[in-house]
């Protein structure tokens, strides 16, 4: 990896096989969305080719952004965030069919557009991911400002969370965890050394804490931001930005105490807040007794209602159309549209889903870790742990795994900000992957490379000589 390749032998681009994966998921996508009609309704849908071609244009414009400036880009993440939208809009046009008074496919579209759109600008104007590093404190800051504007708000279902302004409502959160990821990776690779080689040991000398200096700020932030969520009862984005932090910062240090450390005090902290709050002390006991409303005679609830539709779909599902997990109640089109896709598409269905979440995690991974540049390694592995965790969070809890924490599930859920924002962390690792799998710089700029890569080696040694002289005084101190 660390070899220089010889100025004739290139890594291929791969942007025909792009354009071939976009094609086989604009075609998945609107077959779909005429099985949906079909299943239902006995008639193709008369819009469907409209459809069909609106999404193709989407990704077809995309496609060429990616094509024109970021020619080594991965081929894999477009194709698979294309195909998750498209997946999406079809679920909650077959959900429409069900509420003929509350249609969200349309608008949905309309958001998907605005992030294609955001995607363009983000792979054509953002050359280098490195120019993010220098605003990182600015970054910091927006993110904080983001999440308090919502608690002068009135509170949407339990939480403050949403901003409503002229018929138009978006979560300001679901954009300050990509400006935190900025922060956290920014402030990670500048300090990576003294996090993970200073500080003073606990628990038998197996767990080593910085000094406060290099991770107070840090932990500052992560703690204000935290605070604010549970001020806005959100916490499932609060459980999003912890298990964030700890990931990152796992990665910077090398050191799996951080991971442990990281459990207890998600544990600990979830305890006390399901304890406490009296609306997630109500998710809680739902989570635990998930049939005692039918029991007491007042009738299914929400995760009730997600779990039959879950086993209705047995292996290979009731197919499109044909499923009743509108009995889900008014959250079937956001928190709980896992649970259509369960009961309409099977078990079959939702392994393919999540083997396209694992996929594109794991592509965000390998980017991460192919690039020499230790912000954007960082960058790279919590943007995708950011899909990771919203994943597993929303998957566990409308399946009684966790409890449920409201969130969205990504590309599928009815959401703008949501939709939106993924699409701008889909951009962000096309642009890390760009640099990762272009062409190995020159030998005087490998020479500058090497030079920089001693020189961070030998400082964990200083360091830890310093940490010695400084031990032998305390020792000679009467």
Not at 201 to 228: D, N
Not at 405 to 431: D, E, H, K, Y
């Amino acid at each position: 990896m660390t070899d220089a390749l010889p100025p004739d032998l290139r890594l291929p681009k791969r942007r025909g096989v792009e354009l071939s994966l976009l094609v086989g998921g604009v075609l998945i996508a609107m077959l779909g969305y005429i099985a949906a009609g079909l299943g239902k309704t006995g008639t193709a849908p008369p819009d469907a080719f409209r459809y069909g071609a609106g999404l193709g244009v989407l990704a077809l414009l995309a496609h060429f952004a990616v094509r024109f400036r970021a020619p080594y880009a991965d081929p894999l993440l477009l194709p698979i965030a294309v195909l998750l939208n498209g997946i999406g809009l079809v679920l909650i046009y077959r959900l429409d069919l069900e509420t003929p008074n509350d249609q969200a496919a349309f608008t949905q579209l309309t958001w998907s557009t605005l992030g294609v759109a955001l995607f363009i600008a983000v792979v054509v104007l953002l050359r280098d991911h490195r120019v993010l590093q220098r605003y990182a404190y600015l970054c910091c800051a927006a993110a904080l400002v983001l999440m308090v504007i919502p608690i002068f708000f009135p509170a949407i279902n339990g939480a403050k969370i949403w901003i409503r302004v002229a018929g138009f409502s978006f979560q300001p959160g679901e954009f300050a965890k990509i400006l935190l990821a900025i922060f956290f990776a920014a402030y990670l690779a500048a300090n990576r050394n003294a996090l993970a080689y200073t500080g003073r040991t606990f628990l038998f000398k197996r767990l080593q804490l910085p000094t406060g200096r290099v991770l107070g700020p840090i932990v500052a932030i992560w703690l204000l931001s935290v605070g604010v969520l549970v001020l806005e009862r959100d916490l499932g984005t609060s459980l999003l930005f912890f298990g964030l932090f700890v990931i990152m910062l796992y990665v910077a240090t090398g050191r799996t105490g951080w991971i442990a450390v990281g459990l207890l005090l998600a544990a600990v902290g979830a305890y006390a807040v399901g304890s406490i709050e009296p609306h997630v002390h109500s998710r809680v006991m739902d989570w635990l007794h998930p049939f005692a409303s039918i029991e007491a005679g007042d009738g299914p609830s929400q995760l009730a209602q997600s779990l039959f539709a879950f086993a209705a779909g047995g292996m290979l599902g009731t197919g499109l159309g044909l499923g009743h997990s509108i009995l889900i109640g008014f959250a079937a089109k956001s928190d709980f549209i896992l649970a259509t896709a369960g009961e309409e598409l099977g078990l079959a269905g939702l392994t393919a889903l999540f083997l396209l979440y694992a996929l594109l995690v794991a592509r965000g991974y390998r980017a991460g870790l192919a690039l020499r540049d230790p912000f954007g390694r960082l960058l790279a592995i919590g943007l995708a742990s950011i899909v990771a965790l919203q994943v597993f969070v929303i998957a566990g809890g409308v399946m009684g795994l966790i409890p449920l924490t409201g969130m969205a599930m990504p590309f599928l859920a009815q959401g703008g900000s949501s939709v939106v924002t993924n699409w701008i962390i889909v951009a962000l690792l096309i642009r890390v992957s760009d640099s990762a799998r272009s062409p190995r710089p020159t030998a005087a700029e490998t020479g500058q490379i090497a030079a920089v890569e001693e020189q961070e080696a030998e400082e964990p040694k200083v360091l830890g000589k310093l940490r010695g002289g400084a031990a032998k005084l305390e020792e000679k101190k009467p």
